[in-house]
């Protein structure tokens, strides 16, 4: 590798002393280095074609909102790990100079990262066309009730076919990325990284049989808003990634599939997921 990119959430590197001392190493070592400008990046910011990989330094959150603000660019990502649980960052900063000298050996290998892309669409009674908008998850996609609302109603289909008309607090659908996140927090499954697969989990169900549901990522998953009760309206929203929040009511549609972009994370370590798991969320980690 010979072009980096560097991203820096500043709240975890506020004096840039991280990001300043990643950049001296790159230049020392005669190679090409570029700032971003802000995070997260602007909508329309336009990259020099070579750049070879993405460094990230911040929290799984920081990588999650770059991997959403790339994933046209087709950048693999190498997180460093300023937060506090790191599942996605590959690196601590005391190895950052180790982590670069194999970069520039090309001593690297990269795993695809699947995503979710997620079409809602909006029924107004006063229009003809429901409003469409698209958003995209590399972690999962929570429809939730919002605020201090009544319970909501969902109706779950996997390809068309009812799984489930389902009364709680919500839904999680998750990648095998996002499956430690929320879902795991909500009693959902491990899903192994590199499965192609998408977990549906209820928040919090109010009945005793609904549980979590394994489908294939090559499915389609739509989830229906009904209303609460007969005479009260919903009130809903989806939540892309814990960022982008869209405003839901009675009868709006969020349709689900693989998305055509995955994320690319770099990978220097051997470390297996179980270890991984031990460290983060077991005893190892207290």
Do not use: W
């Not at 607090?169 to 998408?198: F, K, R």
């Not at 169900?205 to 989830?223: C, G, M």
Request: glycine share 8%; charged share 25%.
């Amino acid at each position: 590798m010979d072009s980096f990119l560097i991203i820096t959430n500043k709240e975890k590197d506020p004096d840039l002393r991280v990001t300043n001392k990643i950049v001296t190493y790159i230049e020392a070592a005669g190679k090409n280095v570029i700032l971003a400008d802000s995070f997260p990046l602007e909508a329309d910011v336009r990259l020099p074609e070579n750049v070879d990989c993405a460094i990230v330094l911040g929290g799984d959150g920081t990588i999650i909102r770059t991997a959403n603000d790339l994933m046209t660019h087709d950048i693999p990502l190498l997180g460093v790990n300023m937060g506090t649980l790191g599942f996605l960052a590959e690196i601590e900063e005391h190895h950052v100079p180790e982590a670069l000298d194999r970069l520039f050996k090309d001593d690297y290998r990269t795993e695809n990262r699947i995503m979710i892309e997620g079409q809602v669409f909006h029924h107004r009674s006063h229009q003809d066309k429901p409003e469409q908008t698209t958003a995209y998850a590399l972690n999962d996609v929570v429809i939730t009730r919002k605020g201090f609302s009544r319970i909501i109603s969902l109706g779950i289909y996997v390809n068309d076919v009812l799984v489930d008309n389902f009364r709680g607090d919500g839904v999680i659908i998750s990648t095998p990325t996002g499956s430690t996140a929320y879902n795991l927090s909500a009693g959902g499954p491990i899903v192994m990284s590199q499965a192609c697969v998408t977990v549906i989990t209820p928040i919090c169900p109010h009945s005793l049989s609904p549980r979590s549901i394994v489908v294939s990522a090559e499915d389609t998953i739509k989830v229906v808003v009904g209303r609460s009760k007969k005479t009260q309206e919903a009130e809903a929203i989806a939540t892309f990634d814990g960022s982008r929040v869209m405003d839901l009511g009675t009868n709006d549609v969020i349709l689900m599939k693989k998305a055509q972009y995955s994320t690319k994370l770099i990978k220097l370590n051997h470390t297996g997921i179980y270890e991984i798991l031990r460290s983060k969320l077991g005893k190892d980690g207290e």
